[in-house]
């Protein structure tokens, strides 16, 4: 029963979330602003409760398996990758390796520049 | 009575969810295995070998993708209660958050306009085709909202989705082995990079590497969808990159 009123509330957040992106016309998908609006409810609240704890971590811990279906649309895709496999294979590669590189130092710049404490994990 | 042939079994059983929605399970919990198996090693990752086992049975079967998906789509739903429920463990990380939301601002801000740059311009460089380079631009958001990106930039969106899923299996496989060489410890700051870069698929990854990681990375993921969404169409036009 835990299970079940923690997905219910994610629903209902995803369609409050869904339904304000087309009512106001925010660029933003239904489901973000959704994730938006929980958290500042949870900070509100203080606290998450046992029921979304349970459904959200039932949900994160094969966030890879909801990937496949959307992967194996590439199939779809085959003649225009094959056609232009060097500009995408390099340009994938490559800019997100820098965009993991420039992120990671631009974040430890920064906290050095703003001497906000380094901590190691705790 | 005659006796019900193979064939017909197949043609009935694959115009129906039941068969894409098993097999995506199937193929899933078996990459999954071989995953753990092999002390996860990271080019064994489940998104590839699940994915890889997929299109090659659709393929040998000759099975439409679009027959597939009406299976798969079960699955694919979930990336959105999936997104809000992001919202927890981020939640759970609220003192850190606090403590580091200035420093996390600027890497995002870089982060998001570095990626999306940078791949329209190798792109460009290599001789991609336009709609190609618009694509790819939004590679590094998750899937539902990078395909929003691509349609209004004038991209492919169902290519979007691939690339999307491609840049995270990069992410996620590459990762690691890149923070060791550049030497960072800090679970906060590999996490921003993961989610910045690698969306859901890094994301997952980083929770699996631990839950400080994790949380991190999806918070990243989650602002970068919104930043990515606000700016990426105006930064392509001041840098003149729609034509």
Same mark, same amino acid.
């Given at each position: 029963m835990k299970f079940l009123n923690g997905v219910t509330l994610l629903l209902i957040y995803q369609l409050i979330g869904e339904f304000s992106v087309l009512l106001l016309?925010?660029? @933003?998908?239904g489901p973000v602003l959704g994730m938006i609006l929980l958290f500042l409810t949870l900070m509100l609240r203080k606290g998450s409760g046992e029921s979304l704890d349970s459904a959200s971590s039932t949900l994160l811990s094969? =966030?890879? =398996?909801?990937?496949v279906p959307a992967g194996v649309g590439m199939m779809v895709h085959f003649d225009r990758i094959a056609n232009e496999w060097l500009p995408i294979s390099v340009a994938l590669l490559l800019s997100t390796v820098l965009t993991m590189a420039v992120t990671a130092a631009a974040m430890l710049g920064s906290r050095r520049l703003f001497g906000v404490g380094v901590q190691e994990n705790d | 009575m005659t006796e019900p042939d193979i064939a017909t079994i197949w043609v009935y059983l694959s115009a129906s969810p039941l068969l894409g929605l098993t097999m995506t399970l199937v193929a899933y919990s078996l990459a999954y295995r071989l995953y753990l198996f092999t002390n996860?090693?990271? =080019? =064994?990752?489940p998104v590839v070998t699940a994915v890889a086992v997929l299109i090659i049975f659709l393929l040998a079967t000759d099975t439409p993708y679009q027959d597939y998906f009406e299976g798969g789509q079960f699955v694919h739903f979930l990336l959105g209660p999936a997104t809000v429920a992001l919202a927890v463990p981020l939640y759970q990380q609220c003192s850190n958050l606090k403590r580091l939301w200035l420093p996390v601002l600027i890497a995002l801000l870089t982060g998001v306009s570095v990626g999306a740059l940078s791949s329209v311009l190798i792109a460009r460089a290599l001789g991609g085709s336009l709609q190609t380079q618009l694509s790819l631009a939004?590679?590094? @958001?998750?899937a539902p909202v990078a395909m929003g990106i691509s349609e209004q930039i004038g991209g492919l969106p169902s290519l979007t989705a691939v690339l999307v899923v491609l840049t995270g299996i990069t992410g996620a496989v590459l990762g690691s082995k890149m923070f060791e060489l550049m030497r960072i410890r800090d679970d906060a700051v590999k996490g921003v990079a993961m989610g910045v870069a690698a969306h859901g698929i890094g994301t997952a990854r980083a929770f699996q590497i631990s839950p400080k990681m994790g949380a991190f990375s999806g918070l990243a993921m989650a602002l970068s969808a919104f930043a990515t969404a606000l700016v990426l169409p105006w930064l392509l036009d001041v840098f003149d990159l729609l034509l």
């Amino acid at each position: 029963m835990k299970f079940l009123n923690g997905v219910t509330l994610l629903l209902i957040y995803q369609l409050i979330g869904e339904f304000s992106v087309l009512l106001l016309r925010i660029p @933003v998908p239904g489901p973000v602003l959704g994730m938006i609006l929980l958290f500042l409810t949870l900070m509100l609240r203080k606290g998450s409760g046992e029921s979304l704890d349970s459904a959200s971590s039932t949900l994160l811990s094969h =966030l890879s =398996l909801l990937f496949v279906p959307a992967g194996v649309g590439m199939m779809v895709h085959f003649d225009r990758i094959a056609n232009e496999w060097l500009p995408i294979s390099v340009a994938l590669l490559l800019s997100t390796v820098l965009t993991m590189a420039v992120t990671a130092a631009a974040m430890l710049g920064s906290r050095r520049l703003f001497g906000v404490g380094v901590q190691e994990n705790d | 009575m005659t006796e019900p042939d193979i064939a017909t079994i197949w043609v009935y059983l694959s115009a129906s969810p039941l068969l894409g929605l098993t097999m995506t399970l199937v193929a899933y919990s078996l990459a999954y295995r071989l995953y753990l198996f092999t002390n996860s090693h990271p =080019l =064994l990752n489940p998104v590839v070998t699940a994915v890889a086992v997929l299109i090659i049975f659709l393929l040998a079967t000759d099975t439409p993708y679009q027959d597939y998906f009406e299976g798969g789509q079960f699955v694919h739903f979930l990336l959105g209660p999936a997104t809000v429920a992001l919202a927890v463990p981020l939640y759970q990380q609220c003192s850190n958050l606090k403590r580091l939301w200035l420093p996390v601002l600027i890497a995002l801000l870089t982060g998001v306009s570095v990626g999306a740059l940078s791949s329209v311009l190798i792109a460009r460089a290599l001789g991609g085709s336009l709609q190609t380079q618009l694509s790819l631009a939004p590679k590094s @958001v998750t899937a539902p909202v990078a395909m929003g990106i691509s349609e209004q930039i004038g991209g492919l969106p169902s290519l979007t989705a691939v690339l999307v899923v491609l840049t995270g299996i990069t992410g996620a496989v590459l990762g690691s082995k890149m923070f060791e060489l550049m030497r960072i410890r800090d679970d906060a700051v590999k996490g921003v990079a993961m989610g910045v870069a690698a969306h859901g698929i890094g994301t997952a990854r980083a929770f699996q590497i631990s839950p400080k990681m994790g949380a991190f990375s999806g918070l990243a993921m989650a602002l970068s969808a919104f930043a990515t969404a606000l700016v990426l169409p105006w930064l392509l036009d001041v840098f003149d990159l729609l034509l």
